[in-house]
């Protein structure tokens, strides 16, 4: 009952002992990818949403999307004819916000693309794949700039650098300034004192037992 239990899940999301990826992480089941790809559709033009959308020139009011969709007013309903969309501003202000979603899925499939991926069966040029010695200088690229990535920039680096070893040891030396300059300067000074006393106590003891003598002696 165990067994056929684990096969059946082993079913529902795609994982197949027999598979050749034993060796690489195994890539998720199309059923699960589904709801990823469908986020990437809103992913893809989420920035068009705060674009401006002129739609009201001859009452001179600029709306975008996002505010058509939660001012709820009868005059977004029932428009004019005359009243003229813009959509050369529309487009020219959505082009740079929609590239930076482009430019990110680009990136992100460069590096993060598996040898094993599906497009090699679509005759697809797989970049981290070898193909050659000509190839050792940009995988050393990539390579770096994958480890700058999965390593959040080295950011963790530079703190521990900057501020915990600096704070480590400004704290080192406030502790040694402390134990070898301020208590040897306070311990110092006790101990001369307590010398300069027990000497000063000696020399007064032995001037006036002189000084009794010399008195005995003379009269």
């Given at each position: ?7 059946s899940?082993q ?13 690489e ?93 599906s ?76 010398f ?24």
């Amino acid at each position: 009952m165990v067994k056929k239990t684990a096969h059946s899940i082993q079913y529902l999301y795609g994982v197949n002992s027999d598979q050749k990826c034993l060796k690489e992480k195994c890539e998720s089941d199309n059923t699960i990818l589904f709801p990823m790809l469908v986020l990437v559709l809103f992913t893809l033009f989420i920035g068009a949403i705060g674009i401006p959308f002129n739609q009201f020139n001859q009452e001179e009011m600029n709306l975008d999307i996002l505010s058509k969709l939660l001012i709820p007013t009868l005059s977004l309903l029932h428009q004019n004819q005359n009243e003229s969309v813009d959509w050369y501003e529309f487009v020219t202000n959505s082009t740079f916000s929609v590239s930076i979603a482009y430019l990110g899925i680009f990136i992100a499939s460069s590096l993060y693309k598996p040898i094993y991926s599906s497009l090699q069966n679509l005759k697809f040029l797989n970049l981290v794949a070898k193909k050659g010695p000509k190839r050792i200088l940009w995988d050393k690229i990539i390579n770096v700039i994958y480890d700058w990535s999965y390593n959040r920039g080295y950011i963790d680096v530079f703190y521990a650098i900057s501020l915990t070893e600096g704070i480590r040891r400004l704290a080192e030396l406030t502790s040694f300034f402390d134990r070898r300059v301020i208590d040897g300067i306070t311990n110092g000074v006790g101990f001369t004192s307590f010398f300069a006393g027990e000497g000063i106590k000696y020399v007064g003891g032995v001037a006036s037992l002189f000084i009794s003598y010399y008195i005995y002696f003379m009269y």
